[in-house]
């Protein structure tokens, strides 16, 4: 049985009760056996959101688990994070001068 996995970064603005719906334009996904990293909570990522590439921070992950309707021999692991906007002084904190 095989695991495909999909990541999803979703923006949501300060103040915002929920993200917004738009994910980033380009699929991020991988086939059983392939590394890729998931960003954790508290961690910059840089995806393309809002039309332009841009340092975001993540809040929060859901992982959500489903079986192929077309190969009931795969299953999918969805990952989805919001994302929020990062403070320049974190930023630059995280930076080397």
């Known amino acids: 049985m095989g695991m495909k996995y999909k990541i999803e970064f979703q923006y949501k603005g300060e103040g915002n ?3 917004f719906d738009e994910v980033q334009p380009e699929d991020i996904s ?3 056996g392939e590394y890729a990293p998931t960003p954790a909570v508290g961690d910059i990522v840089a995806c393309k959101l809002r039309g332009r590439m841009e340092s975001s921070k993540v809040l929060t992950r859901h992982f959500a688990y489903l079986q192929d309707q077309e190969d009931r021999h795969r299953s999918w692991c969805c990952v989805n994070l919001v994302v929020t906007d990062v403070k320049a002084e974190e ?3 995280r930076l080397k001068e």
């Open 17 to 19: 009760a929920r993200p």
């Open 30 to 32: 991988s086939e059983t």
């Open 91 to 93: 930023m630059a904190s």
